[in-house]
């Protein structure tokens, strides 16, 4: 049985993401966001560095162009 997916991609895979690794991304952004405040803005704007948006916000970054 297949994972329900969520509305995050994976920029760099194109892979579309379930909660499990929705939720891996996020804690790794919470460390990377953590050990660099003076680079990040937030913790999303880390999970952004590491390639995951959601597809809303890639939807509205076609509309925009």
Do not use: C, Y
Not at 1 to 13: D, F, I
């Amino acid at each position: 049985m297949r994972k329900p997916l969520t509305l995050w991609v994976n920029t760099m895979t194109g892979e579309r993401l379930d909660r499990a690794a929705l939720d891996t991304f996020r804690e790794r952004a919470h460390r990377l966001f953590e050990a660099n405040t003076q680079i990040f803005e937030d913790e999303a704007d880390a999970l952004t560095a590491l390639g995951v948006v959601s597809i809303l916000q890639l939807d509205a970054e076609l509309v925009a162009a």
